[in-house]
């Protein structure tokens, strides 16, 4: 079985084309971040950059709602693509072929409380 799924942070706005059978193509990169305590009680953390490609109408909706530190749960299969660059030198890559998306939270970092007001809050019959 070939699937993955991940939970994280888009690391930057998507990117929406059109391929040459117009279709749509939505591609983007998601954070995931592995924090533990080491041997020595010191915090440590590790990042990872997943790239993802959407195609057809979710690439669409990505494209209108995913924003740089949106976080997103995907799912969908694991792929590796290889070319040539313009210097004859083999690349690869590999990336999640997104089948399902779901955004969560609302990507804006967590907002501090605010102090109270300095106000009674006697007649307040709650």
Do not use: Y
């Not at 990042?47 to 690439?59: D, I, P, S, Y």
């Amino acid at each position: 079985m070939n699937r993955a799924t991940i939970i994280g942070r888009l690391g930057r706005d998507p990117e929406v084309k059109g391929t040459q059978g117009g279709q749509t193509v939505c591609n983007f990169s998601v954070a995931t971040t592995e924090r533990w305590m080491d041997r020595a009680g010191q915090r440590q953390e590790a990042t990872e950059w997943h790239r993802c490609v959407v195609f057809g109408k979710l690439a669409e909706i990505c494209g209108r709602h995913l924003v740089k530190g949106k976080q997103v749960a995907v799912t969908g299969r694991l792929q590796t693509r290889e070319w040539e660059d313009k210097d004859g030198n083999k690349k690869s890559t590999t990336e999640i072929v997104v089948r399902d998306m779901e955004m969560l939270g609302d990507g804006r970092p967590p907002v501090e409380p605010r102090a109270a007001d300095s106000g009674s809050n006697d007649d307040i019959p709650f």
